[in-house]
């Protein structure tokens, strides 16, 4: 299914780049420099898979994933370990860089990216949903 399929069933792109639910500049400074550097490190690891260094891990799978089982099955897990802070993560993180279009990188690259996914996503949906039931307290 192309993106533009899913724009069909889902309704219109949003006009303007959706906004994180939370945003981390009402964290606080410091918590705003942490995330910016989290960006950056995942831009450098989306550059250094083959991908455009400019954009990030979650938007190079939300481009690639729909009508890939391969894409679609990272984008899965992916948008799994962020529902707490934003729903559908990568298809909105695609949105948000439209315009920079991305590449899929050579197989190893993805083989990378899947392995690092596969391994990080999990410890990190769980720290997210801690982290959410621990200030609902």
């Known amino acids: 299914m192309t993106h533009d399929e899913l724009d069909t069933l889902l309704g219109a792109r949003p006009p303007n780049p959706p906004r994180l639910e939370r945003p981390f500049h009402a964290h606080g400074p410091a918590v705003e ?4 550097v989290l960006v950056a490190l995942d831009q450098l690891a989306n550059a250094l898979t083959g991908g455009n260094p400019d954009m990030t891990i979650s938007a190079r799978i939300g481009q690639f994933a729909p009508g890939s089982a391969y894409w679609g099955t990272l984008e899965r897990l992916v948008d799994w370990a962020f529902a707490p802070i934003q729903r559908r993560h ?3 993180a695609f949105i948000s860089e439209i315009g920079r279009s991305d590449r899929k990188g050579s197989k190893l690259g993805q083989t990378v990216i899947g392995i690092t996914i596969f391994l990080l996503m999990p410890l990190f949906g769980v720290a997210v949903r801690l982290a959410a039931t621990l200030r609902k307290k």
Do not use: Q, T
């Open 33 to 36: 420099y942490v995330m910016s």
């Open 90 to 92: 990568c298809w909105k």
